[in-house]
């Protein structure tokens, strides 16, 4: 299990290698007016792109399709952007592995967010990962991306990568630069990776 890093799954030869940038909690334009630019550089070469929730305006999706096509979930107000551009959660299928994507997770035995770490320690010890994504997304899925929390989170539990890119404006609550993530996907398996947006070049952002 790790917090931060390069985390991987599957073995044998890549076929295919398709890479997704993730990203969530862009609270574009309250947090700032646009995202930032460094945002940009990490998603260089993505194929798509997975938006987790709290978008605010259409005007960061707009911004994100400049780079790649986006899919994107969320509560009731990032849904008032319209679908089919946001749902309440969604289901990815890349060479025959399936993500799945909302915006607040909820798991057994953790009564609020899940923080780092807290899949492992408080989910109810009865309850599998399989019979949880289940729940949430109705099928079984080797990949399970979601936001809301601000904290970024990567995490291998029981055959499912567990991702929360964390958030590229407001981490941890706190006004600097955050994280994203990108995720690799070919048919022998997955591999994600947390990007801190500092490590990019790109103006520091101004705040409001």
């Known amino acids: 299990m790790a917090r931060h890093g390069r985390i991987e799954a599957g073995v044998g030869e890549p076929d295919g290698r398709v890479r997704v940038g993730l990203i969530s909690d862009s609270h574009i334009p309250s947090a700032m007016r646009t995202l ?97 994504m289940r729940r949430v997304f109705g099928r079984p899925v080797q990949v399970c991306v979601f936001g809301d929390t601000h904290h970024e989170l990567l995490e291998w539990h029981e055959g499912v990568l567990v991702i929360n890119p ?13 994280t994203v993530a990108t995720l690799e996907v070919t048919s022998a398996g997955v591999s994600a990776e947390l990007h801190q947006l500092t490590d990019f070049p790109g103006a520091l952002p101004r705040y409001h």
């Not at 979930?73 to 289901?91: C, F, H, Y």
């Not at 964390?166 to 955050?178: K, Y």
């Open 36 to 132: 930032p630019e460094q945002v940009f550089h990490a998603f260089r070469g993505v194929e798509l792109i997975l938006h987790a929730g709290d978008i605010y305006s259409a005007s960061a999706l707009d911004h994100l399709e400049e780079l790649a096509p986006v899919l994107a979930v969320g509560d009731a107000t990032d849904q008032a952007i319209g679908q089919p551009r946001v749902e309440r959660r969604r289901l990815v299928a890349i060479h025959g592995m399936h993500i799945g994507m909302i915006h607040k997770l909820d798991l057994p035995g953790i009564p609020g967010d899940v923080f780092p770490g807290m899949i492992a320690r408080d989910m109810t010890p009865s309850a599998t990962m399989d019979g949880a």
């Open 166 to 178: 964390g958030s590229p404006t407001l981490p941890r609550q706190m006004m600097r630069l955050g």
